[in-house]
């Protein structure tokens, strides 16, 4: 039986907590627990949970209070890729809502992580310099020797090339250069 609208204290079964925004507790005390006691498996279960409880909720502070948590666990559990992900998506989400404070923890967390952020879909000028070499018909080491670099530096910048715009060949390079669109798929 409902006694009215839940407490601000309570909190769900699987401790997502009050549904505020920037509420004072964790965003699963499970983890908290777990983590304090050495269990990143254990805090990484217990946000795994809350983060299904979020379904369809619209709580997108929440959303991100716990995937910067998750991120912080992975992080320390030594998972680098799955912790850049959370954070980037628990940034990209506060900045979204306009919380520029949690947004600034998410991007601090990112920068302990370290790595290089997965390469943008557009292409840098040497890779769109390189392209259109190629795709005019010029082989690599002409290519080379007119960008001043290293044969095999021009293989490298192709190698990107063909995976950002997602052709397989030279033939394909030079239509997609041609058509006038040289952005990414």
């Known amino acids: 039986m409902s006694t009215g609208p839940r407490d601000s204290r309570s909190s769900s079964r699987s401790g997502v907590g009050p549904w505020t925004a920037g509420g004072p507790g964790p965003p699963a ?13 254990g805090a ?3 946000l ?8 369809g909720i619209p709580a997108p502070v929440e959303l991100g209070r716990t995937l910067l948590a998750k991120g912080r666990v992975e ?11 959370s954070l ?29 952020p997965l390469a943008p879909l557009e292409l840098t000028e040497t890779e769109r310099r390189v ?12 290519a080379a020797e007119r960008l001043f670099l290293t044969p095999k530096a021009v293989e490298a910048n192709l190698a990107k090339v063909y995976r950002k ?3 397989g060949s ?16």
């Open 88 to 116: 980037e998506w628990a940034a990209e989400g506060f900045e979204g809502i306009g919380a520029r404070l949690w947004a600034e923890q998410a991007r601090q967390e990112l920068g302990r992580v370290g790595g290089r």
């Open 29 to 41: 005390p499970g983890a908290g627990a777990s983590c304090a006691r050495g269990d990143l498996a």
């Open 75 to 85: 992080r320390r559990a030594k998972r680098w890729r799955a912790a850049r992900g």
């Open 165 to 167: 715009l997602g052709v």
């Open 170 to 185: 030279r033939a394909e390079l030079g239509g997609r250069m041609a058509s006038g669109r040289p952005a990414a798929k």
């Open 44 to 46: 990484l279960e217990a």
């Open 48 to 55: 795994e949970g809350a983060l299904a409880e979020h379904g």
């Open 131 to 142: 392209a259109e070499l190629i795709a005019g018909g010029l082989t690599t080491l002409e």
